[in-house]
Nanobody, 128 residues
Framework: QVNVVESGGDSVQPGDSLRLSCGTS????????MAWFRQAPGKEREFVCA????????YYADSLKGRFTCSRHNARNTVYLQMNSLKPEDTATYYC?????????????????????WGQGTQVTVSS
C-alpha cells in the first residue's frame, strides 16, 4: 500500500509564499496521479491541483490558477505545491492524495472521492 506524507505548512502573513511537499512510499502502481486538496473548518474539501504520472500538463482549480503551482520532482514519488501571494482565505489544511490511473497521462479527477490514498494533512495559516 501507499503511504502519503505532506510537509511544509506554516503560519505566514498575507502576501507570503510557501512551498508544500508531498512524498509517497511503499508499493505504488506504475501509473499514479497525485493531487492537492484543501479543507477549511466547516467547509467541503476542495480541489487545488493535480498532476498525472506522465506528461507535462497540470490541472488547477480555476480560482487558484496563476497563483498556485503544482509540480513534480524528478523522482516521481514527490510533488510540490508552490503557493504565492497567500491570502487569509487560503487558510486550510492541505492534503496530498494519489489515484491509481489506467494510463500514465490520464486526466486526474477533481472529485476527492476518486482518490485512493491520503496523507494526514499539513496546516497553512495566513493571518496578520
Amino acid at each position: 500500500q501507499v503511504n502519503v506524507v505532506e510537509s511544509g505548512g506554516d503560519s505566514v502573513q498575507p502576501g507570503d509564499s510557501l512551498r508544500l511537499s508531498c512524498g509517497t512510499s511503499g508499493r505504488t502502481a506504475s501509473s499514479s496521479a497525485m493531487a492537492w486538496f484543501r479543507q477549511a473548518p466547516g467547509k467541503e474539501r476542495e480541489f487545488v491541483c493535480a498532476i498525472p504520472w506522465s506528461g507535462t500538463k497540470t490541472y488547477y482549480a480555476d480560482s487558484l490558477k496563476g497563483r498556485f503551482t503544482c509540480s513534480r520532482h524528478n523522482a516521481r514519488n514527490t510533488v510540490y505545491l508552490q503557493m504565492n501571494s497567500l491570502k487569509p482565505e487560503d487558510t486550510a489544511t492541505y492534503y496530498c492524495a494519489t489515484k491509481w490511473t489506467r494510463w500514465p497521462q490520464e486526466t486526474p479527477p477533481q472529485d476527492a472521492k476518486e482518490y485512493n490514498n491520503w496523507g494526514q494533512g499539513t496546516q497553512v495559516t495566513v493571518s496578520s
